[in-house]
């Protein structure tokens, strides 16, 4: 009997596979579901429960919190990554981490395929397929949702003809959490114009006024929320998460380009990646010189699209993630926000490495570091090559 590993999350279109490949295609189904920081333990345990019921031969709970953020968000965080100004790739940093870990257990189970639930019109099915390809080559990837075409309704018929009994009812809002945010989509997402209602967030807005908060970067990583000290970046952003998420901070809708060439609407809401990321940037400011904050920007928006489209294992991400690394030296220090409901405001920052002293003279203010003949000879120079090219035009 063939091995194949399923991605499972328990969800319609994986419970299909798993009746589908062990019934249908005699295959020894061996899932496997990659925690990134969407599941409660309440919730792996039942959904390991409905993979057993299901038939499948073995099931694993893969715990990715910390090496996503070690692979993928640490990245994103020194980059300050938001795609078209707007989405922190809550989803798309997600799978790579996922795919990765799959792949990983298809040479551990030695299985000869692996299988996920994509249909054939996101972005999700190029991304676990392209890492298949590259991670584990020569094996089989089988897509049933996909490669049928199954509506929702065959693929509810087809697992009660089977027996199975599990709540086909959908949901209003299809929900995808995870450490680095939550998407949301529904009908309003489908079109051009609409907002998603107050009652399709996950998080509700349960806290008024305004509440202060400190957090400590050491070399470019969160390691603390206000007094609070943490063994791994990865506990800080679930923590400030449970303090900002009440605010309803973090909520937008992002309009983007598909990989498949198509553009599409999802709601997300990211309260704490979307604080850690503007601190994060505003510390930089202080920091980093001018020419570090510019190249850092060009590459880190080349590196938040390279990763979007699924192309995790590309070598110039980790050429760009070295660059990145680098930058980080000195971005250490803490920055100080205010949280308010449905936003929150950066009031400042405080380093060892702020470039902003005032020994070397005062914006608007007097300076001390130059003279006002140094700056009269400067700017003489600065311009001296665009006063040429002026002159030889005129004198034409």
Same mark, same amino acid.
Request: charged content about 20%; some cysteine; hydrophobic content about 40%.
């Given at each position: 009997?063939?091995?194949?590993?399923?991605?499972?999350?328990?969800?319609?279109?994986?419970?299909?596979?798993?009746?589908?490949?062990?019934?249908?295609?005699?295959?020894?189904?061996?899932?496997?579901?990659?925690?990134?920081?969407?599941f409660?333990?309440?919730?792996l345990?039942?959904?390991?429960?409905?993979?057993?019921?299901?038939?499948?031969?073995?099931?694993?709970?893969?715990?990715?919190?910390?090496?996503?953020?070690?692979?993928?968000?640490?990245?994103?965080?020194?980059?300050?990554?938001?795609? &078209?100004?707007?989405? !922190?790739?809550?989803?798309?940093?997600?799978?790579?981490?996922? $795919?990765?870990?799959?792949?990983?257990?298809?040479?551990?189970?030695?299985?000869?395929?692996?299988?996920? /639930?994509?249909?054939?019109?996101?972005?999700d099915?190029?991304?676990?397929?392209?890492?298949?390809?590259?991670?584990?080559?020569?094996?089989?990837?089988?897509?049933?949702?996909?490669?049928?075409?199954?509506?929702?309704? $065959?693929?509810?018929?087809?697992?009660?003809?089977?027996?199975?009994?599990m709540?086909?009812?959908?949901?209003?809002?299809?929900?995808?959490?995870?450490?680095?945010?939550?998407?949301?989509?529904?009908?309003?997402?489908?079109?051009?114009?609409?907002?998603?209602?107050?009652? $399709?967030?996950?998080?509700?807005?349960?806290?008024?006024?305004?509440e202060?908060?400190?957090?400590?970067?050491?070399? /470019?990583?969160?390691?603390?929320? &206000?007094?609070?000290?943490?063994?791994?970046?990865?506990?800080?952003?679930?923590?400030?998460?449970?303090?900002a998420?009440?605010?309803?901070?973090?909520?937008?809708?992002?309009?983007?380009?598909?990989?498949?060439?198509?553009?599409?609407?999802?709601?997300?809401?990211?309260?704490? !990646?979307?604080v850690?990321?503007?601190?994060?940037?505003a510390?930089?400011k202080?920091?980093?010189?001018?020419?570090?904050?510019?190249?850092?920007d060009?590459?880190?928006?080349?590196?938040?699209?390279?990763?979007?489209?699924?192309?995790?294992?590309?070598?110039?991400?980790?050429?760009?993630?070295?660059?990145?690394?680098?930058?980080?030296?000195?971005?250490?220090?803490?920055?100080?926000?205010?949280?308010? !409901?449905?936003?929150?405001?950066?009031?400042?920052?405080?380093?060892?490495?702020?470039?902003?002293?005032s020994?070397?003279g005062?914006?608007?203010?007097?300076?001390?570091?130059?003279?006002g003949?140094d700056?009269?000879?400067?700017?003489?120079?600065?311009?001296?090559?665009?006063?040429?090219?002026?002159?030889?035009?005129?004198?034409?």
């Amino acid at each position: 009997m063939k091995k194949v590993v399923l991605g499972f999350s328990g969800g319609l279109d994986t419970s299909y596979c798993v009746k589908y490949l062990t019934e249908e295609k005699g295959y020894e189904v061996h899932s496997v579901i990659v925690n990134t920081g969407g599941f409660s333990e309440e919730e792996l345990v039942e959904i390991e429960k409905r993979a057993y019921n299901l038939g499948v031969k073995s099931h694993k709970t893969v715990d990715a919190v910390r090496s996503y953020y070690d692979g993928v968000i640490k990245y994103l965080i020194f980059g300050n990554v938001l795609k &078209n100004n707007t989405y !922190p790739l809550s989803v798309s940093a997600e799978r790579m981490s996922q $795919a990765l870990a799959i792949a990983e257990y298809v040479k551990e189970v030695g299985a000869d395929a692996v299988a996920h /639930g994509s249909t054939g019109a996101g972005n999700d099915q190029v991304r676990f397929d392209m890492v298949f390809h590259i991670m584990i080559p020569g094996v089989e990837i089988i897509t049933p949702i996909r490669d049928m075409k199954l509506s929702r309704e $065959a693929e509810i018929d087809y697992l009660r003809s089977k027996g199975v009994n599990m709540n086909f009812e959908k949901a209003m809002y299809s929900i995808n959490k995870g450490m680095w945010g939550t998407s949301v989509g529904g009908k309003e997402t489908l079109t051009s114009n609409g907002m998603l209602p107050e009652e $399709a967030w996950p998080t509700q807005l349960t806290k008024e006024g305004e509440e202060q908060v400190k957090l400590t970067f050491e070399q /470019g990583e969160l390691v603390g929320v &206000n007094d609070l000290k943490f063994a791994h970046p990865s506990e800080a952003i679930q923590y400030l998460q449970t303090i900002a998420g009440p605010f309803a901070i973090g909520r937008d809708i992002h309009v983007g380009d598909t990989i498949i060439g198509i553009k599409g609407r999802v709601g997300f809401e990211a309260a704490a !990646p979307m604080v850690i990321l503007k601190a994060h940037h505003a510390l930089e400011k202080h920091v980093l010189t001018k020419w570090q904050l510019t190249w850092k920007d060009q590459l880190a928006q080349f590196y938040g699209n390279w990763m979007h489209e699924g192309q995790i294992m590309d070598p110039v991400m980790r050429d760009i993630e070295a660059f990145l690394q680098h930058t980080q030296e000195n971005v250490s220090g803490e920055v100080f926000v205010t949280l308010m !409901p449905y936003r929150f405001q950066v009031t400042g920052i405080q380093s060892p490495y702020d470039l902003m002293s005032s020994k070397f003279g005062k914006y608007g203010e007097m300076n001390s570091g130059w003279s006002g003949e140094d700056v009269r000879g400067f700017s003489k120079i600065f311009g001296n090559q665009t006063m040429i090219w002026h002159q030889v035009k005129n004198s034409i």
